[in-house]
């Protein structure tokens, strides 16, 4: 058994001082112990705020390699989507390995121990498949395990430019054809120690409404996460009107795509009665504030989302930075700016969304709290950094959410194990040059 004191540590609820947290051999926590005053003898200290792993329940671990070359100039979703394109099209199972190996170590070093990933660059440019069909997908498994930190691959399908229309050209390597070719390739994915297997509907426009249904059967028979963009631009939209005389909102729910394995994510452009289906339903939203800012897309209506009966997570989606505590910032301030009124979510209720919330939308219902049986995983954030030095302890949940930022990790802990110690990643020693040499691999 390891024991580790965490000077302060938030229960879900408030932060309480001095708590010990015993992990078993299995990798969960076996004990929580309030009131422990100095570390145990033997004890890992962990100084500042621990609070569960964060799960980052929306990736695209190849975005990261468009951070600073899509901020230059103006533009649209669809200008942006065309820089994507020319990355993907570099991408072998080699150069996403050591690109997701380095992404998934700069998530660790912001406090994340889990990740959605949204993988739909499934085969060789031009759609050749791999000799093994599932080499792109199992090079992010391995990236996640090499890195440290849980993933839920939701192996997507995308098989059209649009409405029926066949894949253009730099789509060609995400399709498999058709639903049935896209089930039987992912069904030879395989759960494991630390990984998750999911899917993913790219998106009403990617995938034929006649298919929609096969991508939720699969998911279904499995009891396994199904995630999908939903409603992110407003042209989708209007296409999906004029394709089937429906919301996408609409259409996914007349195919049996929503529900509560179901998360949407952004959920932005939404009509009343599109947020009636997707509550009513049980259906999650995946919240991703930083790219729908940076890409220009908009404030979906989270509120009246989870009002409805949606729970909210939150992800970093194209990693314009990779920082869940500004993401559950972001969701609070930004609706803030839409009604010019405070106090949409508590900082709890935040980082519940970041958490408990979040692991469960991937899979992971036994992560995401510090308490007996759950994994233990868990991230310390630095109370005395000049973000977040001075903050009354009581408020040190209120400190962490609305002043520290991925820089005051300190610790990550995953399965008992650390993971980041004193700020520096134990797998992977120099994660910016793992970056630099990734990223600079695919721009030669």
């Known amino acids: 058994m390891t024991t580790y004191w965490a000077e302060h540590a938030w229960l879900g609820t408030h932060v309480e001082p001095g708590v010990a947290l015993d992990v078993a051999s299995d990798g969960r926590i076996s004990a929580v112990r309030n009131g422990v005053e100095a570390p145990p003898p033997g004890a890992v200290t962990l100084r500042g705020l621990t609070l569960p792993g ?45 690109l997701a190996r380095a992404v998934y170590a700069e998530m660790a070093l912001a406090g994340i121990t889990a990740v959605g990933e949204f993988h739909y660059v499934h085969h060789a440019p031009g759609g050749t498949p791999y000799a093994d069909p599932n080499a792109m997908g199992e090079a992010l498994i391995a990236a996640a395990r090499d890195a440290g930190i849980r993933i839920t691959l939701l192996d997507t399908a995308y098989l059209s430019s649009g409405f029926g229309a066949a894949p253009d050209r730099h789509q060609l390597r995400f399709s498999d054809g058709t639903a049935e070719a896209w089930a039987e390739r992912a069904s030879a994915l395989k759960p ?6 999911g899917a993913a509907i790219h998106s009403v426009r990617a995938v034929p409404a006649g298919q929609l249904g096969t991508v939720a059967a699969w998911a279904r028979e499995r009891d396994v996460p199904l995630h999908v963009h939903l409603s ?20 996914l729910s007349d195919h049996g795509v929503l529900g509560p394995r179901t998360t949407g994510i952004h959920n932005t452009h939404l009509t009343a009665g599109d947020i009636a289906l997707i509550g009513d339903s049980g259906t999650g939203t995946c ?8 890409l220009a897309d908009g404030i979906g209506p989270a509120a009246d ?5 949606s729970t909210l997570s939150l992800g970093t989606d194209s990693h314009a930075v990779i920082d869940l505590l500004e ?16 106090g949409h979510w508590t900082a709890a209720a935040l980082l519940r969304a970041a958490t408990s919330d979040g692991h469960a939308a991937l899979g992971w219902e036994n992560a995401g709290t510090l308490e007996p049986g759950a994994l233990a995983d868990f991230t310390t954030i630095a109370l005395d950094s000049v973000r977040t030095v001075g903050a009354l302890p009581r408020l040190a949940a209120e400190t962490a959410v609305f002043a520290a930022s991925a820089s005051d990790v300190r ?15 134990l797998l992977v020693p120099d994660v910016p040059s793992a970056l630099a040499s990734a990223i600079g691999a695919l721009r030669e």
């Open 327 to 342: 993401e559950a910032r972001a969701m609070e301030l930004d609706e803030r700016l839409r009604t010019r009124t405070r």
């Open 54 to 98: 964060l799960a980052n329940a929306h990736s695209h671990a190849f975005h990261r390699a468009l951070r600073s070359t899509v901020q230059v100039g103006s533009g649209t979703f669809w200008t942006w989507r065309e820089v994507m394109y020319q990355v993907a099209a570099r991408l072998d199972p080699d150069t996403y390995h050591a």
């Open 287 to 294: 919240m991703c504030p930083t790219t729908e800012r940076d």
């Open 305 to 309: 989302l989870q009002r409805r009966g």
């Open 192 to 197: 494991g120690d630390g990984v998750r297997i």
């Open 232 to 251: 992110e631009q407003t042209a989708e939209n209007d296409a999906c009107r004029a394709a089937h005389r429906c919301t996408p909102a609409r259409l």
């Open 411 to 425: 610790h990550t802990v995953v399965g008992g194990r650390h993971v980041v110690r004193d700020g520096t990643h």
